[in-house]
Protein backbone atom coordinates (compact mmCIF):
# COMPACT_ATOMS: atom_id res chain seq x y z
CA UNK A 1 0.00 0.00 0.00
CA UNK A 2 2.94 2.25 0.81
CA UNK A 3 4.37 1.40 -2.43
CA UNK A 4 1.44 2.56 -4.31
CA UNK A 5 0.84 5.78 -2.48
CA UNK A 6 4.49 6.42 -3.61
CA UNK A 7 3.86 5.46 -7.21
CA UNK A 8 0.49 7.43 -7.21
CA UNK A 9 2.83 10.17 -5.26
CA UNK A 10 5.00 10.34 -8.01
CA UNK A 11 2.56 10.44 -10.79
CA UNK A 12 0.92 13.36 -9.03
CA UNK A 13 4.48 15.20 -8.16
CA UNK A 14 5.37 17.12 -11.70
CA UNK A 15 9.45 16.42 -12.84
CA UNK A 16 10.68 20.16 -13.35
CA UNK A 17 13.48 18.79 -15.26
CA UNK A 18 10.99 16.86 -18.03
CA UNK A 19 8.84 19.64 -17.70
CA UNK A 20 11.48 22.28 -18.87
CA UNK A 21 13.39 19.67 -21.37
CA UNK A 22 9.50 19.79 -23.25
CA UNK A 23 9.16 23.40 -22.97
CA UNK A 24 12.41 23.84 -24.66
CA UNK A 25 11.24 20.92 -27.20
CA UNK A 26 7.90 22.98 -27.77
CA UNK A 27 9.52 25.87 -28.14
CA UNK A 28 12.42 24.53 -30.94
CA UNK A 29 9.28 23.03 -33.13
CA UNK A 30 7.33 26.34 -32.94
CA UNK A 31 10.07 28.84 -33.29
CA UNK A 32 10.02 30.55 -36.84
CA UNK A 33 13.66 30.65 -36.79
CA UNK A 34 13.76 27.27 -37.49
CA UNK A 35 11.06 26.90 -40.17
CA UNK A 36 12.92 25.92 -43.24
CA UNK A 37 13.43 29.82 -45.37
CA UNK A 38 12.47 30.04 -49.47
CA UNK A 39 15.75 30.12 -50.37
CA UNK A 40 16.13 26.81 -48.78
CA UNK A 41 12.78 25.14 -49.95
CA UNK A 42 13.81 26.65 -53.78
CA UNK A 43 17.47 24.93 -53.54
CA UNK A 44 15.70 21.88 -51.74
CA UNK A 45 13.30 21.83 -55.02
CA UNK A 46 15.72 22.18 -57.48
CA UNK A 47 17.58 19.51 -55.69
CA UNK A 48 14.63 17.26 -55.92
CA UNK A 49 14.62 18.21 -60.04
CA UNK A 50 18.06 16.86 -60.58
CA UNK A 51 19.46 20.20 -61.05
CA UNK A 52 21.75 20.19 -58.05
CA UNK A 53 25.19 19.78 -59.97
CA UNK A 54 24.76 22.08 -62.49
CA UNK A 55 24.22 24.72 -59.69
CA UNK A 56 27.09 23.74 -58.12
CA UNK A 57 28.99 24.43 -61.18
CA UNK A 58 27.53 27.71 -61.86
CA UNK A 59 27.99 28.83 -58.53
CA UNK A 60 31.74 27.66 -58.75
CA UNK A 61 32.85 29.16 -61.62
CA UNK A 62 30.93 32.68 -60.77
CA UNK A 63 32.51 33.02 -57.20
CA UNK A 64 36.21 32.06 -58.97
CA UNK A 65 35.14 35.35 -61.62
CA UNK A 66 34.52 37.45 -58.96
CA UNK A 67 37.40 37.21 -56.78
CA UNK A 68 39.79 37.69 -60.18
CA UNK A 69 37.96 40.60 -60.42
CA UNK A 70 38.72 41.62 -56.55
CA UNK A 71 41.84 40.49 -56.78
CA UNK A 72 42.68 43.42 -60.06
CA UNK A 73 40.85 45.81 -58.59
CA UNK A 74 43.15 45.53 -55.51
CA UNK A 75 46.19 45.60 -57.15
CA UNK A 76 45.40 48.57 -59.31
CA UNK A 77 44.64 50.56 -56.06
CA UNK A 78 48.09 49.53 -54.68
CA UNK A 79 49.55 50.89 -57.69
CA UNK A 80 47.95 53.94 -57.60
CA UNK A 81 49.19 55.00 -54.03
CA UNK A 82 52.82 55.00 -54.99
CA UNK A 83 53.90 58.39 -57.38
CA UNK A 84 54.28 57.97 -61.05
CA UNK A 85 57.75 58.72 -62.03
CA UNK A 86 56.69 59.72 -65.41
CA UNK A 87 53.83 61.90 -64.18
CA UNK A 88 56.27 63.90 -62.27
CA UNK A 89 56.23 66.39 -65.01
CA UNK A 90 52.66 66.82 -65.92
CA UNK A 91 52.46 69.85 -64.47
CA UNK A 92 54.70 71.33 -66.45
CA UNK A 93 53.83 74.55 -68.93
CA UNK A 94 54.74 73.93 -72.28
CA UNK A 95 57.23 76.51 -74.30
CA UNK A 96 60.81 77.22 -74.39
CA UNK A 97 62.40 75.93 -70.78
CA UNK A 98 65.87 77.72 -68.87
CA UNK A 99 68.39 75.16 -68.60
CA UNK A 100 71.55 76.10 -66.29
CA UNK A 101 74.85 75.78 -68.37
CA UNK A 102 76.86 73.06 -67.42
CA UNK A 103 80.88 73.40 -68.09
CA UNK A 104 82.37 70.41 -69.87
CA UNK A 105 84.94 67.82 -68.43
CA UNK A 106 87.45 66.49 -70.49
CA UNK A 107 86.95 62.41 -71.07
CA UNK A 108 90.03 60.72 -69.07
CA UNK A 109 92.50 59.43 -71.74
CA UNK A 110 92.51 55.66 -71.95
CA UNK A 111 95.76 54.05 -72.94
CA UNK A 112 95.05 51.84 -75.79
CA UNK A 113 97.84 49.45 -75.38
CA UNK A 114 96.33 48.15 -71.80
CA UNK A 115 93.00 47.98 -73.49
CA UNK A 116 92.18 43.80 -73.72
CA UNK A 117 91.43 42.75 -77.24
CA UNK A 118 92.08 44.12 -80.68
CA UNK A 119 92.78 47.29 -81.63
CA UNK A 120 90.95 48.29 -85.41
CA UNK A 121 92.90 51.46 -86.27
CA UNK A 122 91.72 53.73 -89.44
CA UNK A 123 92.52 52.80 -92.39
CA UNK A 124 93.77 56.50 -94.16
CA UNK A 125 95.15 55.19 -97.39
CA UNK A 126 91.92 54.12 -99.63
CA UNK A 127 92.61 52.13 -102.46
CA UNK A 128 90.42 53.79 -105.26
CA UNK A 129 90.27 52.11 -108.68
CA UNK A 130 92.23 53.17 -111.23
CA UNK A 131 90.30 55.09 -114.00
CA UNK A 132 90.49 54.16 -117.57
CA UNK A 133 93.03 55.38 -119.97
CA UNK A 134 93.77 56.26 -123.37
CA UNK A 135 97.78 57.84 -123.15
CA UNK A 136 100.52 55.60 -123.79
CA UNK A 137 102.14 55.52 -119.69
CA UNK A 138 106.41 55.25 -119.50
CA UNK A 139 107.66 52.51 -116.98
CA UNK A 140 111.04 52.29 -115.97
CA UNK A 141 112.27 48.94 -115.44
CA UNK A 142 113.33 47.79 -111.95
CA UNK A 143 115.25 44.88 -110.79
CA UNK A 144 113.89 41.83 -110.88
CA UNK A 145 110.79 42.49 -113.19
CA UNK A 146 110.13 40.00 -115.41
CA UNK A 147 107.64 40.86 -119.05
CA UNK A 148 105.60 38.35 -116.78
CA UNK A 149 105.59 40.68 -114.18
CA UNK A 150 105.09 44.12 -115.40
CA UNK A 151 102.11 43.04 -117.64
CA UNK A 152 100.06 41.54 -114.69
CA UNK A 153 101.08 44.82 -112.93
CA UNK A 154 99.21 46.87 -115.48
CA UNK A 155 96.24 44.54 -116.36
CA UNK A 156 97.87 43.32 -119.68
CA UNK A 157 98.73 40.43 -121.67
CA UNK A 158 102.91 39.50 -121.91
CA UNK A 159 102.52 39.98 -125.60
CA UNK A 160 101.49 43.44 -125.77
CA UNK A 161 104.47 44.50 -123.48
CA UNK A 162 106.71 43.24 -126.36
CA UNK A 163 104.72 44.13 -128.94
CA UNK A 164 104.62 47.65 -127.85
CA UNK A 165 108.07 47.86 -127.45
CA UNK A 166 110.09 46.46 -129.91
CA UNK A 167 112.61 48.98 -130.68
CA UNK A 168 113.83 48.43 -126.85
CA UNK A 169 113.22 44.17 -126.41
CA UNK A 170 113.18 43.11 -129.78
CA UNK A 171 110.91 40.94 -129.31
CA UNK A 172 113.07 39.22 -126.80
CA UNK A 173 112.04 38.79 -123.09
CA UNK A 174 115.83 38.33 -121.97
CA UNK A 175 116.15 42.15 -123.18
CA UNK A 176 115.04 42.92 -120.20
CA UNK A 177 117.15 45.07 -118.65
CA UNK A 178 116.94 47.36 -115.30
CA UNK A 179 116.57 50.89 -115.83
CA UNK A 180 115.04 50.59 -119.55
CA UNK A 181 111.91 53.02 -120.47
CA UNK A 182 108.87 51.02 -121.97
CA UNK A 183 105.83 52.22 -123.08
CA UNK A 184 102.85 50.46 -121.64
CA UNK A 185 99.82 50.86 -123.83
CA UNK A 186 96.69 51.23 -122.59
CA UNK A 187 95.24 48.21 -124.14
CA UNK A 188 96.05 45.16 -125.44
CA UNK A 189 97.50 45.45 -128.38
CA UNK A 190 100.44 46.51 -130.72
CA UNK A 191 102.34 49.64 -130.65
CA UNK A 192 104.20 50.81 -134.10
CA UNK A 193 105.13 53.00 -136.71
CA UNK A 194 102.96 53.91 -140.20
CA UNK A 195 105.90 54.17 -142.67
CA UNK A 196 103.13 54.21 -145.85
CA UNK A 197 104.13 52.37 -148.73
CA UNK A 198 100.41 50.76 -148.85
CA UNK A 199 97.15 51.42 -147.95
CA UNK A 200 96.37 52.08 -144.40
CA UNK A 201 93.63 49.64 -144.83
CA UNK A 202 95.55 46.61 -145.48
CA UNK A 203 97.97 48.13 -142.91
CA UNK A 204 95.47 47.71 -140.35
CA UNK A 205 94.26 44.45 -142.19
CA UNK A 206 97.47 42.99 -140.93
CA UNK A 207 97.03 43.46 -137.49
CA UNK A 208 93.94 41.49 -137.60
CA UNK A 209 91.59 45.29 -137.19
CA UNK A 210 90.10 47.91 -139.23
CA UNK A 211 91.27 51.38 -140.18
CA UNK A 212 88.20 52.76 -138.25
CA UNK A 213 89.43 50.96 -135.31
CA UNK A 214 92.80 52.72 -135.37
CA UNK A 215 92.00 56.06 -136.54
CA UNK A 216 88.78 56.17 -133.90
CA UNK A 217 91.08 55.08 -130.85
CA UNK A 218 90.90 58.39 -128.57
CA UNK A 219 94.40 57.49 -127.87
CA UNK A 220 95.95 58.01 -131.33
CA UNK A 221 94.62 61.42 -131.15
CA UNK A 222 93.39 61.60 -134.60
CA UNK A 223 90.79 63.98 -135.99
CA UNK A 224 88.27 61.18 -137.67
CA UNK A 225 87.04 63.70 -140.03
CA UNK A 226 89.87 64.69 -141.15
CA UNK A 227 90.20 61.22 -142.95
CA UNK A 228 86.46 61.18 -145.20
CA UNK A 229 88.67 58.11 -146.64
CA UNK A 230 89.60 55.58 -143.67
CA UNK A 231 90.88 52.92 -146.44
CA UNK A 232 92.75 55.83 -147.67
CA UNK A 233 94.24 57.93 -144.92
CA UNK A 234 96.32 60.53 -145.42
CA UNK A 235 98.18 59.71 -142.06
CA UNK A 236 101.62 61.49 -141.51
CA UNK A 237 104.46 58.85 -142.51
CA UNK A 238 106.51 58.07 -139.16
CA UNK A 239 103.32 58.46 -136.93
CA UNK A 240 103.22 55.77 -134.17
CA UNK A 241 99.99 54.08 -133.79
CA UNK A 242 98.50 51.85 -130.76
CA UNK A 243 96.44 49.28 -132.59
CA UNK A 244 93.80 48.26 -130.42
CA UNK A 245 93.52 44.60 -129.70
CA UNK A 246 95.78 44.34 -132.72
CA UNK A 247 97.78 41.17 -133.05
CA UNK A 248 101.50 40.41 -135.12
CA UNK A 249 103.86 38.00 -135.34
CA UNK A 250 107.10 37.71 -133.21
CA UNK A 251 110.21 38.98 -134.60
CA UNK A 252 112.27 35.84 -134.72
CA UNK A 253 115.17 36.47 -132.28
CA UNK A 254 115.79 32.81 -132.17
CA UNK A 255 117.63 29.90 -133.57
CA UNK A 256 115.98 28.68 -137.28
CA UNK A 257 114.82 25.64 -137.55
CA UNK A 258 115.78 22.69 -139.61
CA UNK A 259 119.44 22.89 -138.57
CA UNK A 260 120.57 19.76 -139.62
CA UNK A 261 124.23 17.49 -139.83
CA UNK A 262 123.42 17.50 -143.90
CA UNK A 263 122.98 21.53 -143.85
CA UNK A 264 124.24 23.32 -141.25
CA UNK A 265 124.54 26.50 -143.03
CA UNK A 266 120.96 27.61 -142.18
CA UNK A 267 122.45 28.45 -138.83
CA UNK A 268 125.49 30.41 -140.08
CA UNK A 269 123.29 33.34 -139.72
CA UNK A 270 123.29 33.40 -135.66
CA UNK A 271 127.16 33.96 -135.73
CA UNK A 272 130.80 32.61 -135.98
CA UNK A 273 129.89 29.50 -134.02
CA UNK A 274 128.08 27.44 -137.52
CA UNK A 275 129.53 24.69 -138.71
CA UNK A 276 130.05 22.57 -141.74
CA UNK A 277 127.79 19.80 -143.25
CA UNK A 278 128.72 16.66 -141.65
CA UNK A 279 128.05 12.93 -142.59
CA UNK A 280 126.95 10.19 -140.50
CA UNK A 281 127.59 10.20 -136.49
CA UNK A 282 125.72 9.42 -133.55
CA UNK A 283 121.77 8.97 -133.45
CA UNK A 284 119.46 10.14 -130.52
CA UNK A 285 116.93 7.33 -128.35
CA UNK A 286 114.38 9.75 -128.39
CA UNK A 287 113.71 10.24 -124.94
CA UNK A 288 115.56 13.33 -123.22
CA UNK A 289 117.42 13.70 -120.04
CA UNK A 290 117.93 16.80 -118.13
CA UNK A 291 120.59 18.69 -119.28
CA UNK A 292 121.62 20.39 -116.00
CA UNK A 293 121.91 19.12 -112.11
CA UNK A 294 119.25 20.73 -111.17
CA UNK A 295 115.78 20.57 -112.68
CA UNK A 296 113.81 23.64 -111.90
CA UNK A 297 113.37 26.54 -113.49
CA UNK A 298 115.65 30.06 -112.41
CA UNK A 299 114.08 32.68 -115.12
CA UNK A 300 111.76 32.36 -118.27
CA UNK A 301 109.43 29.24 -118.60
CA UNK A 302 108.13 28.52 -121.80
CA UNK A 303 105.75 31.08 -123.29
CA UNK A 304 104.29 31.46 -126.74
CA UNK A 305 102.90 34.90 -125.51
CA UNK A 306 105.78 36.22 -124.35
CA UNK A 307 107.98 34.70 -127.10
CA UNK A 308 110.14 32.69 -124.90
CA UNK A 309 110.25 28.91 -126.67
CA UNK A 310 112.42 27.62 -124.45
CA UNK A 311 113.24 27.08 -120.62
CA UNK A 312 115.85 28.66 -118.38
CA UNK A 313 116.91 26.19 -115.80
CA UNK A 314 118.71 26.78 -112.93
CA UNK A 315 122.66 26.44 -112.67
CA UNK A 316 125.42 27.96 -111.19
CA UNK A 317 128.54 29.49 -113.27
CA UNK A 318 130.82 26.48 -114.07
CA UNK A 319 128.06 23.81 -113.66
CA UNK A 320 128.65 21.11 -115.85
CA UNK A 321 125.75 21.00 -118.99
CA UNK A 322 124.84 17.93 -120.70
CA UNK A 323 123.71 16.34 -123.73
CA UNK A 324 119.89 15.90 -123.55
CA UNK A 325 120.33 13.05 -125.93
CA UNK A 326 123.17 11.54 -128.41
CA UNK A 327 124.00 13.63 -131.57
CA UNK A 328 126.21 15.65 -133.85
CA UNK A 329 127.37 18.78 -133.06
CA UNK A 330 126.22 21.51 -135.55
CA UNK A 331 126.55 24.60 -134.03
CA UNK A 332 129.15 25.78 -131.19
CA UNK A 333 130.02 29.33 -130.45
CA UNK A 334 129.27 32.77 -130.06
CA UNK A 335 125.40 33.38 -131.11
CA UNK A 336 124.58 36.99 -132.34
CA UNK A 337 121.02 37.42 -131.34
CA UNK A 338 121.47 36.93 -127.80
CA UNK A 339 121.93 33.76 -126.82
CA UNK A 340 125.95 34.31 -126.20
CA UNK A 341 128.03 31.18 -126.59
CA UNK A 342 125.65 28.22 -127.63
CA UNK A 343 125.89 24.43 -128.90
CA UNK A 344 122.94 23.02 -131.12
CA UNK A 345 123.01 19.12 -131.34
CA UNK A 346 121.28 17.70 -134.45
CA UNK A 347 120.03 14.27 -133.26
CA UNK A 348 119.45 12.20 -136.49
CA UNK A 349 115.84 12.01 -135.95
CA UNK A 350 114.24 15.29 -136.39
CA UNK A 351 114.63 16.61 -133.86
CA UNK A 352 117.38 19.29 -132.42
CA UNK A 353 118.70 20.66 -128.96
CA UNK A 354 120.03 24.08 -128.04
CA UNK A 355 121.72 25.30 -125.14
CA UNK A 356 122.88 29.01 -124.47
CA UNK A 357 124.34 31.21 -122.58
CA UNK A 358 127.16 29.02 -121.80
CA UNK A 359 130.21 29.83 -120.06
CA UNK A 360 132.46 27.18 -121.80
CA UNK A 361 132.88 24.62 -124.48
CA UNK A 362 133.96 21.02 -123.78
CA UNK A 363 132.95 20.05 -127.40
CA UNK A 364 133.25 21.36 -131.28
CA UNK A 365 131.49 21.37 -134.52
CA UNK A 366 130.94 18.08 -136.14
CA UNK A 367 131.91 15.68 -132.78
CA UNK A 368 129.38 12.78 -131.81
CA UNK A 369 128.34 12.62 -128.40
CA UNK A 370 126.35 10.51 -126.01
CA UNK A 371 123.33 11.25 -124.13
CA UNK A 372 124.40 12.98 -120.89
CA UNK A 373 127.76 13.62 -121.67
CA UNK A 374 129.00 16.72 -120.60
CA UNK A 375 129.47 19.35 -123.56
CA UNK A 376 129.62 22.64 -121.49
CA UNK A 377 129.15 24.61 -118.73
CA UNK A 378 126.25 27.12 -117.22
CA UNK A 379 127.47 30.48 -117.70
CA UNK A 380 125.81 34.17 -118.08
CA UNK A 381 126.67 35.14 -121.59
CA UNK A 382 124.49 37.03 -123.88
CA UNK A 383 121.69 38.72 -122.95
CA UNK A 384 121.23 37.24 -119.81
CA UNK A 385 120.65 38.42 -116.38
CA UNK A 386 121.86 35.79 -114.62
CA UNK A 387 123.47 31.98 -114.74
CA UNK A 388 121.49 29.57 -115.89
CA UNK A 389 120.71 27.63 -118.96
CA UNK A 390 118.52 28.10 -121.69
CA UNK A 391 117.03 24.84 -123.02
CA UNK A 392 115.17 24.37 -126.34
CA UNK A 393 114.14 21.43 -128.03
CA UNK A 394 112.70 21.72 -132.13
CA UNK A 395 111.41 19.37 -134.23
CA UNK A 396 110.44 21.45 -137.23
CA UNK A 397 109.08 23.91 -134.61
CA UNK A 398 109.92 25.05 -131.15
CA UNK A 399 108.04 22.53 -128.77
CA UNK A 400 107.41 22.60 -124.85
CA UNK A 401 110.52 20.74 -122.99
CA UNK A 402 108.75 20.03 -120.23
CA UNK A 403 106.77 17.76 -122.48
CA UNK A 404 110.12 15.65 -123.61
CA UNK A 405 112.37 15.77 -120.31
CA UNK A 406 110.93 13.36 -117.52
CA UNK A 407 109.43 14.14 -114.08
CA UNK A 408 112.01 16.70 -112.12
Same mark, same amino acid.
Given at each position: MMTNMQNNFKEDVPNPVENDAKKRRESNTDSPLNQPGLISRWINSLVDMGLGEPLLRIGTN? =?????? @????????? =? &???????????? @????? !?????????? !????????????????????????????DEIAIYTVQDGDTVFGIAEKFGLEPQTILWGNYEVLLDDPHSLRPGQELSILPVDGVYWEWLGGLTFGSWAEFYGVTAADIIEYPGNN +?? !??? =??????? *?????? %???IPHGKREFVSWSAPLGVTRENPASARVLGAGACDPVSGGAIGYGYYVYPTNKHYLSGFDFSTKSNHLGIDL? @? *?????????????????? %? *???? &???????????? =??? +?YAHLSAFNVGCGQSVGQGEVIGAVGSTGRSSGSHLHFELMAGMKVNPWDYLPPP
Open positions: L =FSIIAI @GLVILLVQG =F &YRQGENPLSANA @GQVSG !PVVTESVSSI !PAPEVNISIVEGIARSAQIHTNVPSRPR +LD !PKS =FPDYENA *NIEVGT %WLIA @G *NEGEGVYASDAGVIVYAG %W *NDYG &YGNMIMIDHGNG =FQS +L
